[in-house]
């Protein structure tokens, strides 16, 4: 058995993507090992070139060529050398393939065209940078989306999950004295609005934690009616929007997106990305 792994991740674009698998793989072998990535390899003399280095260096091969003849030739040459050679993507082709009748396009680098997607996509994260924690309601009508939240629910993160799919996002807090802006109480029924609220244990831990720091108003007894007095502001201001109200004490931001983009049919638009 080889006290050392060597991997070579070749593809016709830049090769990022058999880089990544390489490298996800062969962390989970505790073994020495080596991965040297290949990156425009277009033609059939540079395939050669490859094999005779992983013959000499006993390496194994995983490419990412979305050309059929180039990826053919690699593997017809792989085999006849006695190389491990492994098409990475061609398993979900033909898994993609069978379930939708559609032939691939075969176009290489589509993870690195900048294209409408792309531009949607960055459109969307600055929109949401910009409306972050009730800032530019100017501009709040022009939101895919309204997140309304107490302390300590994810708002900003959970934002930006969305954002980066495609979606602009103002998120806008709630604490004890929050009044409904009417910027925001226009857009009732027009523009989508989840409001977000935790566990009331877990509110009043976070609110001991600070009490040292708050004044508690005179019609307030104790930190228990505090933390009680402003979750039943959020919920009568969630009732008026007829928000979509989440409680995230348990649950993690990707689901949470995914409840939220499912209950309003909300159209991802997934760019395409660096891996």
Excluded: W
Aim: hydrophobic letters at 40%; charged letters at 25%; proline letters at 3%.
């Amino acid at each position: 058995m080889s006290g050392e792994l060597h991997i070579f991740a070749v593809s016709d674009s830049v090769g990022e993507t058999a880089e990544k698998i390489a490298v996800a793989s062969v962390l989970q072998f505790d073994i020495e090992r080596s991965i040297t990535r290949f990156s425009r390899v277009t033609k059939e003399d540079q395939v050669m070139q490859i094999i005779n280095r992983a013959m000499d260096e006993d390496a194994i091969i995983i490419y990412t060529m979305v050309k059929p003849q180039l990826a053919d030739f690699m593997e017809n040459k792989a085999k006849e050398n006695g190389v491990t050679a492994v098409n990475v993507m061609q398993p979900l082709f033909n898994a993609i393939q069978t379930k939708t009748g559609l032939e691939p396009t075969n176009i290489i680098g589509l993870t690195h065209k900048k294209d409408d997607e792309y531009f949607n996509r960055v459109k969307a994260i600055e929109y949401t940078i910009d409306h972050d924690n009730g800032i530019n309601m100017d501009t709040i009508h022009e939101a895919n989306l309204i997140i309304l939240g107490l302390p300590r629910t994810s708002k900003s993160p959970l934002s930006m999950h969305l954002a980066n799919l495609g979606m602009k996002v103002a998120n806008f807090p709630i604490v004890m004295d929050t009044e409904i802006p009417k910027e925001i109480m226009e857009l009732k029924g027009k523009v989508p609005m989840v409001g977000l609220t935790i566990d009331i244990d877990t509110l009043l831990e976070l609110r001991k934690e600070r009490a040292r720091s708050f004044d508690l108003t005179q019609d307030i007894d104790s930190l228990d009616d505090l933390v009680a007095e402003e979750l039943d502001n959020a919920y009568r201001i969630y009732a008026k929007l007829k928000c979509l109200v989440i409680d995230v004490t348990l649950i993690d931001i990707e689901e949470i997106a995914s409840s939220i983009t499912h209950k309003f049919n909300l159209p991802l638009k997934v760019s395409h990305h660096r891996f």
